[in-house]
Each structure stands twice: as structure tokens, then as C-alpha cells.
Nanobody, 127 residues
Framework: QLQLVESGGGLVQPGESLRLSCELSGITLNYYVIGWFRQAPGQEREGVASIGSAGGYINLADSVKGRFTVYNDNVKNTTYLRMDSLQFEDTAVYYC????????????????????WGQGTQVAVSS
């Protein structure tokens, strides 16, 4: 059974860093896309980043470009979201998800395209 488990969230001060992990198990596909999303209270879920299983097809939301990076460790079946220079506005529950049919997509940040989701991990930026 395909499963995603996030970890690495926490409480940090502005300007600090966190690295979120998304461990994938039960995958049998040759190619897929992992997306990172976040949802703040009272707001819609928004795409943060995506990456293909081969390490390409990297997308980042404009609000995080230059601060966040996304990468895979295929040995560990884990995708990471490195978040630097965290801001108050980054406070949210962060989710990873998998798109099992990524070919011919015209967007990367539509939550409806992702089939399985992790449970989420809380990131709070506060002084």
C-alpha cells in the first residue's frame, strides 16, 4: 500500500531554517511526481514545490523561490523540502503528496492531481 509520511516540522523564529522529509513506501511506479503543499488556517491549500522521481521537473511557488529547495534521496525513498529564511507567512501545515499520472499535466500545483497524501506536519514561525 502506497504511503507518505512527513516529518521535520516545528517552531522556529523568523530567518531560521527547517528541513521537512517525506518518506514514501509501497511505490511500484517507474515515474511519479512528489508535491509539497501547505495550508494555513482559513486558507486554501497551496502548492509550494514539486519534483519528479528522477530528480527533474522541479517547480517552486514564487513566494518561496530563493528560500526553499526540493530534492530526492532515492536510496531512502525520501523527498526533502529545505526551507531557509523562514517568514511568518510560511506558518502552515505542510503536506507531501504523490501524482501517479504526471504525464501531460499542464500545472504542478493542483491538489486534485495528487492521489495520495501524507498526514501533514506543522511549521510555525514566531518570534
Amino acid at each position: 500500500q502506497l504511503q507518505l509520511v512527513e516529518s521535520g516540522g516545528g517552531l522556529v523564529q523568523p530567518g531560521e531554517s527547517l528541513r521537512l522529509s517525506c518518506e514514501l513506501s509501497g511505490i511500484t511506479l517507474n515515474y511519479y511526481v512528489i508535491g509539497w503543499f501547505r495550508q494555513a488556517p482559513g486558507q486554501e491549500r497551496e502548492g509550494v514545490a514539486s519534483i519528479g522521481s528522477a530528480g527533474g521537473y522541479i517547480n517552486l511557488a514564487d513566494s518561496v523561490k530563493g528560500r526553499f529547495t526540493v530534492y530526492n534521496d532515492n536510496v531512502k525513498n525520501t523527498t526533502y523540502l529545505r526551507m531557509d529564511s523562514l517568514q511568518f507567512e510560511d506558518t502552515a501545515v505542510y503536506y507531501c503528496a504523490i501524482d501517479t499520472l504526471p504525464l501531460y499535466r499542464t500545472t504542478w500545483d493542483d491538489p486534485g492531481d495528487y492521489d495520495y497524501w501524507g498526514q501533514g506536519t506543522q511549521v510555525a514561525v514566531s518570534s
